[in-house]
């Protein structure tokens, strides 16, 4: 079993809509949790943290399920400027090491 | 603010031909990662520097791949000899420091097609 898993999709939504991605991951001792945006052919950016209590930005919502060991990133009225690939990390407890997803595709379609 | 600086962008070789990536992080970064992204795949770390200090080449394929980063500051990744199997993106990301949930800031990557 991988340690990060996403549906790598692509998920195609129309402008609008509200599109939500899973993120589960097999190690317990996980610390901390990001949701990374990659653009294709460009560098993986940091979209969000995820808290242990949830956390918001704009349209966006992290949330973070430690009993069922998944993270979820929520997008609200999806624009075309949102298409791209969504990339899951996680950390270990007491490690600096990024462990990444494989991503999911977003299209939003116009 | 400078982001982190890669070079090239590009490169396309042959197999068992020597290639070289070079990186420059964000100013007064002390951390920088090695990563290789292959096509549908997330980055996967090869090695992490703190300052000059290799403290995690557990992943780097020491057979052909190596790195330095002598002064602390930017750092060179070869490959010698390339195989067809390195055809990838290699990113270079830097923080300020190693630790726990610190943000890692990518480099544009060079993308390596060996042929």
């Known amino acids: 079993r991988k340690e990060v898993e996403q549906d790598p999709g692509p998920f195609n939504v129309p402008e609008g809509a509200t599109v939500a991605f899973n993120c589960t991951y097999s190690n317990s001792a996980s610390q901390s949790f990001f949701w990374y945006r990659q653009d294709c052919r460009k560098e993986p950016k940091l979209l969000m943290s995820?808290?242990?209590s949830g956390n918001e930005d704009g349209r966006f919502t992290a949330q973070l399920n430690r009993a069922s060991q998944y993270i979820s990133l929520l997008i609200r009225d999806s624009k075309l400027s949102d298409s791209a690939t969504y990339l899951c990390v996680v950390t270990l407890s007491g490690t600096y090491k990024y462990i990444f997803g494989t991503g999911t595709r977003l299209k939003v379609l116009a | 603010e400078a982001g982190v600086v890669q070079s090239p962008r590009y490169k396309i070789i042959e197999k068992k031909q020597p290639v070289a990536f070079w990186c420059n992080p964000i100013?007064?970064?002390?951390?920088l990662y090695w990563y290789r992204q292959n096509l549908g795949q997330g980055p996967e770390l090869l090695i992490r520097y703190e300052n000059e200090e290799a403290v995690d080449d557990s992943q780097l394929p020491k057979d052909r791949f190596s790195a330095e980063r002598l002064k602390g500051v930017d750092s060179t990744l070869k490959i010698q000899p390339a195989e067809l199997g390195d055809s990838a993106v290699y990113l270079c990301a830097s923080s300020l420091d190693g630790g726990q949930g610190i943000e890692q800031f990518f480099g544009p990557g060079t993308r390596l097609t060996v042929l």
């Open positions: 100013s007064g970064h002390n951390t």
């Open positions: 995820v808290y242990s």
